[in-house]
């Protein structure tokens, strides 16, 4: 029914930068809020940042002044623009979007999640 299709990863120095992109598809859904998180090997899956369809966003402190989410709610679509990336920044990033489903509100979905990795 809800499909979320992520890209953008790779492999990137350090100082780098990558733009992500998770884009919706599917029927009888509507978003209300989607974001990023990213899990490295060994520890518990973070938020990166979020985004409201109204333009309300959070970011983790660790993405603040280098990492920037935008939206076009037209396309359902979520991005996020990655600069000076570091090490610590190595994970594997998932889409996640707060949907309300044939009629339902409050579902979450995940995408497949994209391999960031940044080397020295």
């Known amino acids: 029914q809800v499909q979320l299709v992520e890209s953008g990863g790779g492999l990137v120095q350090a100082g780098g930068s990558l733009r992500l992109s998770c884009a919706a598809s599917?029927?009888?859904?509507?978003?209300?809020?989607m974001g990023w998180y990213r899990q490295a090997p060994g520890k518990q899956r973070e938020l990166v940042a979020t985004i409201t369809s109204g333009g309300g966003i959070d970011y983790a402190g660790s993405a603040k002044g280098r990492f920037t989410i935008s939206r076009d709610n037209a396309n359902n679509t979520v991005y996020l623009q990655m600069n000076s990336l570091k090490l610590e920044d190595t994970a594997l990033y998932y889409c996640?979007?707060?949907?309300?489903?044939?009629?339902?509100?409050?579902?979450?979905?995940w995408g497949q999640g994209t391999q960031v990795t940044v080397s020295s």
């Open positions: 599917g029927s009888s859904f509507s978003i209300n809020a």
């Open positions: 996640n979007a707060d949907l309300t489903l044939h009629g339902t509100y409050g579902i979450h979905y």
